[in-house]
């Protein structure tokens, strides 16, 4: 049999990011008996209008993807030009490397407008993954728009996206079993611990899970942080909490899951809300249970399900909080939940196998 050949393209794919993970994860956990990828990626490069600077390469993240089988293809880009609405790259070699014919199927992992290099691709079917909301690219070789939640693929609808190419297929996350936590190293055996994780990003930073734990912490509470941007640590210090840790960004896994260890309750928090986030997927593989709060996107109201709840203000949360710790039942109901929605919703292998299925479909 004839292997499917499928090409990853994105910017920047090499990094320790969300919407790059989840690219890195699908392409190394396709089956290698049944298809053959390449995956196009390119270093950290300015932007032209404006002042973003997107993740450069992990090592790590190339490593972890050239062992499961996956061929790199490193592209040069000098820029990224987003005062063009294609977001074009500049002084890039990527069409000396590149050559559609070669392949089956293009896998994107986009914002949703059109956009380099994809508005050029014309003849291959392209399988499209967004990861914002309400932008859409009709190109006529899309053969699948994958969303990645209800609330995302309703805004895509409404914006003129066509509901006959759309497919919900949630964030894929590679779960690693660990033992380890930082309780012990900590002294915080016998405290009840909320925390989150989340990436070095002033634009995404939420004031409300601190707010609310400022409101109940006490000498049995503690709240961990992995990740982060500097404004909880400021916000922290000007709290004057007391039991507040945090821990250096990370791409290791082990060390991710030592981090999860250590929590009683996954708290988070984010200014624009999530479509479908990595973070609560993995603290769902725990058995967290969750708080969160509402925001412009709201898909991890989607995700936390019956696993927690989802409040509208910091009081709310706070309550919640309290709930958490007095209210063994309810605590050990939202355990029990967040455990069966990650092995019966979000668990990796049912989702690539999702995307083999997918793949199939297409070359038919």
Same mark, same amino acid.
């Given at each position: 049999?004839?292997?499917?050949?499928?090409?990853?393209?994105?910017?920047?794919?090499?990094?320790?990011?969300?919407?790059?993970?989840?690219?890195?994860?699908?392409?190394?956990?396709?089956?290698?008996?049944?298809?053959?990828?390449?995956?196009?990626?390119?270093?950290?490069?300015?932007?032209?209008?404006?002042?973003?600077?997107?993740?450069?390469?992990?090592?790590?993240?190339?490593?972890?993807?050239?062992?499961?089988?996956?061929?790199?293809?490193?592209?040069?880009?000098?820029?990224?030009?987003?005062?063009?609405?294609?977001?074009?790259?500049?002084?890039?070699?990527?069409?000396?490397?590149?050559?559609?014919?070669?392949?089956?199927?293009?896998?994107?992992?986009?914002?949703?407008?059109?956009?380099?290099?994809?508005?050029?691709?014309?003849?291959?079917?392209?399988?499209?993954?967004?990861?914002?909301?309400?932008?859409?690219?009709?190109?006529?070789?899309?053969?699948?728009?994958?969303?990645?939640?209800?609330? =995302?693929? *309703?805004?895509? &609808?409404?914006? !003129?996206?066509?509901? @006959?190419?759309?497919? /919900?297929?949630?964030?894929?996350?590679?779960?690693?079993?660990?033992?380890?936590?930082?309780?012990?190293?900590?002294?915080?055996?016998?405290?009840?611990?909320?925390?989150?994780?989340?990436?070095?990003?002033?634009?995404?930073?939420?004031?409300?899970?601190?707010?609310?734990?400022?409101?109940?912490?006490?000498?049995?509470?503690?709240?961990?942080?992995?990740?982060?941007?500097?404004?909880?640590?400021?916000?922290?210090?000007?709290?004057?909490?007391?039991?507040?840790?945090?821990?250096?960004?990370?791409?290791?896994?082990?060390?991710?899951?030592?981090?999860?260890?250590?929590?009683?309750?996954?708290?988070?928090?984010?200014?624009?809300?999530? =479509?479908? *986030?990595?973070? &609560?997927?993995? !603290?769902?593989?725990? @058995?967290?249970?969750? /708080?969160?709060?509402?925001?412009?996107?709201?898909?991890?109201?989607?995700?936390?399900?019956?696993?927690?709840?989802?409040?509208?203000?910091?009081?709310?949360?706070?309550?919640?909080?309290?709930?958490?710790?007095?209210?063994?039942?309810?605590?050990?109901?939202?355990?029990?939940?967040?455990?069966?929605?990650?092995?019966?919703?979000?668990?990796?292998?049912?989702?690539?196998?999702?995307?083999?299925?997918?793949?199939?479909?297409?070359?038919?």
């Amino acid at each position: 049999m004839n292997k499917i050949k499928v090409a990853f393209i994105k910017f920047g794919g090499m990094a320790n990011g969300g919407t790059e993970k989840y690219l890195q994860t699908i392409s190394s956990y396709l089956p290698k008996d049944e298809f053959e990828v390449d995956f196009y990626y390119c270093d950290s490069a300015p932007y032209i209008g404006a002042d973003f600077v997107h993740l450069d390469t992990d090592q790590s993240r190339v490593e972890y993807t050239k062992s499961h089988g996956v061929n790199l293809i490193k592209v040069n880009v000098g820029a990224k030009d987003v005062t063009k609405p294609t977001h074009d790259w500049v002084d890039t070699n990527f069409w000396e490397l590149f050559d559609e014919s070669k392949y089956d199927i293009i896998q994107t992992g986009r914002a949703g407008h059109p956009e380099y290099p994809f508005y050029l691709i014309k003849n291959t079917p392209i399988v499209d993954s967004i990861h914002l909301a309400g932008m859409v690219d009709n190109n006529s070789n899309i053969a699948k728009t994958v969303l990645i939640s209800e609330d =995302q693929k *309703s805004k895509w &609808i409404a914006a !003129g996206g066509d509901p @006959s190419r759309a497919v /919900i297929i949630p964030v894929p996350v590679e779960i690693v079993g660990s033992d380890e936590s930082y309780r012990e190293e900590f002294g915080w055996e016998d405290k009840f611990v909320f925390g989150m994780h989340q990436r070095d990003d002033y634009n995404i930073f939420s004031p409300m899970p601190l707010e609310a734990y400022d409101e109940i912490e006490s000498d049995d509470t503690a709240f961990l942080i992995l990740g982060g941007s500097s404004n909880y640590r400021k916000q922290a210090k000007d709290l004057g909490l007391k039991n507040v840790r945090f821990l250096d960004t990370t791409s290791n896994i082990s060390l991710i899951h030592k981090f999860l260890n250590t929590l009683d309750v996954y708290a988070h928090g984010r200014s624009d809300g999530e =479509q479908c *986030s990595s973070a &609560i997927i993995e !603290g769902l593989s725990h @058995s967290l249970p969750m /708080i969160s709060h509402t925001a412009p996107s709201m898909g991890q109201l989607e995700q936390i399900g019956n696993a927690g709840k989802v409040v509208n203000n910091y009081s709310e949360y706070a309550d919640v909080m309290r709930s958490m710790i007095d209210d063994k039942k309810y605590y050990g109901e939202c355990v029990i939940n967040a455990s069966k929605r990650y092995n019966e919703v979000y668990n990796v292998k049912a989702i690539i196998e999702r995307y083999c299925e997918l793949y199939r479909e297409v070359i038919k």
